[in-house]
């Protein structure tokens, strides 16, 4: 958990007619307490039975991975023939959708740091994405899940580029953002990326340009890894084994597996924090937060996504966005287990559970983003509190 400040809160803001009444105004301190106990008690729980099960979950992961990634490059060897080219793109797609969401992602939030495993550590592991790891640490682990919907502070509200909250002030270049949202879909690896450097810092003078530059090389060491790796080395190898043709065919096949997984995991992330239901904050309402107030931050201002086993597997588990925000270290694979019990916290206190099928809140971001970048708006109606 974020915050251990326990002062006694200021008087919740009344909204104004165009802001929609936080859940927070609906509940007296003394149930805002005890709400943060009872989600205290459920991660003491869990941590207390993580075991053998839980370790054997995340190397069984791993070692399918690995398995899906030589297949797909023993296909692509192949790539000039069209079954070995489409089997291959395809199984590449899934490993690398794996690899970046349910390994790279989880393992670098520290969910299986218990286990003492050298490899698998928040600390060591890096990933097959653009972002230098020690950078998106900082960006993700600690601002974003610190500061999480803080308006002003949580830069992953709209990454910087673009409005996706009726309280951004709108500026012109937003009127081309569905245009370059579709960009930031296929290539938002790279995208995440050059939102790390926090170029608004950089504009300030508060991030000083030797931490800048290295920051920049860190990224283009990455960079020049990826490229090399995905657009040289596995297209020339079927070149060498087949001919010409087959170079250009892997090539473009691990080109279509990176922006399947770019596409992907831009749907889930958005899903998980930009539909409807989810309240965005000002500084002032988070002054002086205490614990329980900073679990009803995190669950109000996250959605989760309707989905079935593998579904959830391929999100990385994120489709449980609550669970996650609620308790980022927890393994992922033991969200689906405790989001019932989330669930009835929310019922028993009238706050929202934010949840739906993924084209009900993919629908519900791109209509945001298109609506939000002309001038106006306001915050979308929210679900009813439970009764």
């Not at 086993?309 to 270290?329: I, R, W």
Request: proline fraction near 7%; include cysteine.
């Amino acid at each position: 958990m974020s915050s251990t400040q326990i002062e006694t809160p200021p008087p919740p803001t009344r909204p104004t007619t165009d802001e929609i009444e936080s859940p927070l105004a609906r509940l007296s301190a003394a149930e805002i307490e005890e709400l943060g106990r009872e989600f205290d008690a459920i991660h003491d729980e869990v941590f207390a039975d993580l075991g053998e099960r839980d370790a054997n979950y995340i190397h069984n992961t791993i070692r399918l991975h690995r398995h899906l990634v030589l297949a797909a490059r023993a296909l692509l060897l192949g790539s000039r023939r069209k079954p070995l080219l489409f089997a291959g793109t395809a199984a590449l797609s899934i490993a690398k959708i794996l690899e970046n969401m349910e390994i790279g992602h989880n393992v670098m939030h520290g969910q299986w740091d218990w286990m003492n495993d050298p490899d698998i550590n928040s600390q060591n592991w890096d990933w097959d994405t653009a972002s230098p790891a020690d950078a998106w640490r900082h960006s993700h682990n600690y601002e974003h899940h610190t500061f999480s919907n803080i308006r002003g502070k949580d830069r992953d509200l709209g990454y910087e580029i673009m409005r996706i909250d009726p309280h951004q002030k709108w500026h012109p270049i937003y009127l081309a953002q569905p245009f370059y949202n579709l960009l930031l879909m296929g290539f938002f690896e790279w995208g995440v990326a050059l939102h790390d450097i926090n170029f608004d810092a950089v504009r300030s003078g508060e991030k000083p340009m030797p931490k800048v530059k290295a920051e920049l090389k860190a990224i283009g060491v990455k960079a020049r890894r990826q490229v090399v790796k995905d657009y040289i080395a596995f297209p020339a190898l079927s070149a060498a084994i087949f001919d010409r043709r087959s170079f250009r065919a892997t090539l473009a096949a691990n080109f279509t597996a990176n922006i399947v997984r770019n596409v992907w995991a831009h749907s889930i992330i958005f899903c998980g924090h930009f539909p409807d239901q989810t309240y965005t904050f000002s500084e002032a309402e988070v002054a002086g937060e205490t614990p329980g107030r900073w679990y009803v931050r995190q669950l109000l201002g996250a959605a989760n996504i309707e989905g079935g086993a593998l579904f959830h597997l391929l999100a990385g588990n994120l489709s449980f966005q609550v669970e996650h925000h609620l308790y980022p270290d927890m393994p992922s694979s033991r969200y689906t287990e405790i989001a019932p019990r989330v669930r009835d916290v929310c019922h028993r206190y009238r706050l929202p559970y934010n949840t739906g099928p993924l084209h009900r809140q993919l629908g519900n971001v791109h209509r945001t983003i298109l609506r939000l970048a002309f001038p106006g708006g306001q915050p979308r109606p929210k679900p009813a509190p439970p009764s």
